[in-house]
């Protein structure tokens, strides 16, 4: 029986041990050394942690890192990725909320923690292996079991860890290797960073399958003709990245410098696409199957997905789809009804993908893992997701934006995602994003492209109405990204609105 995905490594290491399972540009790792290392590694664990606790891997992003997380699944423990780059604030608070027993950290993070036992990767390597203690802790591992902790932003600025079970991972990897057909034979090309749900497919789809999994160094994305050289050199075939990473290749006309035809699926989550930008990547590489999922690091990766097969227009809204296998979605109205077709509610996440509440913080748990209010009869956790969204005639459910992006305004409803994506729909825009300022009840568009202020309002009345025309624009050379690679919204409000 398959309890942990250790259970799944060891099958797939079983069938592929030579195999390299990931690389980046210092070292390529087995999936035989991969074992091998995490195991001395659980082993160190063993003597310093009890199982089921957090262990932080505070390391550079890396090959190794994969070793040492896998180390604290032998150990019977859950890991969080922290990583060599984060602002040390950051990396304060999620030590503080964690309470870690053991830090693994390498040469580069060890001088920046205290209070905690650190454990050095580089010496934990050399640790002799304890078979009989680590065939000991598997006796009790479970599929509820926590397998790791991820920290999001968290609208208070404080990060929340959403705690992923083993269970939750096996089911979605499972269905996203079936679906599409993962194998030996994938070559994946990572781009988010560990810390961030979007590189859970990553991890896990070589751990399932014995696909291998490149990692560039980060730089590489800074300069997109650089990284498509890079895919192109190495025949990857699969992409999963987040939507900005896409669209910057296009903003960089990289495309002009290489177009990777080895190319055959590109998975996209976490943040809209833009139809304008996703209609670039079709046009160059028309053969790849192209997916837009959706989902929040508290379902675990994705629970909704959308196959791209039809044309869509610049301007169009690129659908959510339906949700994923052994996930359910519901859309709820502000009075808690199943809100009718066409009608928009919340989003709300039902099934296995659940996450089992934040790490250490009852409070904000109860909040947003809630009982199912169409039913009264049994407990059903619900995820409220705080994201709005309507069917359509086809039955697929279509993102409207944020419950926080929507405002009122004149006393209109108004969507700032509808003004964001009438803003993509003109030639020269590259990116977009739009805030509201309570105090003073005004839009502030904020964009980069080569148009000047007064053209673009004047492109936005001939698609929006007159109450949805931002009163300000702010040009600038470059969109700020957070850690993510999404848009940073909270610096950009800090800055514009200050709020
Ligand atoms: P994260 O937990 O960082 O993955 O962020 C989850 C949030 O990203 C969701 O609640 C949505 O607001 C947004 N999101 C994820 N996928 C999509 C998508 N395909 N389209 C639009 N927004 C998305």
Known sequence: MITSVLDLFEQTLSNFPSKVAFQDITRSITFQELQREAKAIGSAICRLSRPNHPIAVYMEKGANNISAFLGCLYAGCF??????????????????????????CDENTKGNVTGSVILLYEEALTNPVNNEILENIRTHTKTTDILYVLFTSGSTGVPKGVTISHAAVLDFIEWICGRYDLDEHTLLCNQAPFYFDASVPDIYIPIKTG??????????????????????????????????????????????????KSIKLVIFCGEVMPCKHLNEWRHHIPEALYVNMYGPTEAT???????????????????????????????????????????????????????????????????????????????????????????????????VGRKDFQIKRLGYRIELGEIEAAILSEQRIKSACCLFNKSTNEIIAIYTGEIAKKELGVCLRQILPQYMLPNHYIHLDAMPLNLNGKIDRVSLKKEYTKE
């Open 211 to 260: 696909a291998t999994v490149l990692i560039p160094p980060k730089s590489y994305y800074t300069f997109p003709s650089k990284i498509l050289r890079f895919i192109e050199e190495y025949g990857v075939n699969t992409l999963i990245w987040v939507p900005s990473a896409l669209c910057n290749v296009v903003n960089c006309y990289a495309f002009d410098v290489c177009v990777p």
């Open 301 to 399: 990766y994705a629970c909704m997905y959308y196959e791209i097969k039809k044309q869509f227009s610049h301007d169009d809204c690129l659908p959510l789809g339906k949700p994923c296998e052994n996930s359910e979605i519901i859309l709820i109205s502000d009075d808690d009804r199943e809100a009718v077709p066409g009608e928009v509610g919340e989003i709300c996440i039902l099934g296995q993908c659940l996450s089992q509440g934040y790490y250490n913080d009852w409070e904000r748990t109860r909040e947003v893992f809630v009982q199912n209010p169409l039913n009264p009869y049994w407990t059903e956790r619900m995820y409220r997701t705080g994201d709005l969204a309507y069917i359509n005639e086809d039955g697929d459910i279509i993102f």
């Open 79 to 104: 890991y969080t990725p922290v990583d060599k780059d984060m602002p040390i604030e950051r990396v304060g608070m999620i030590l503080k909320n964690l309470k870690p027993e053991v830090i693994i």
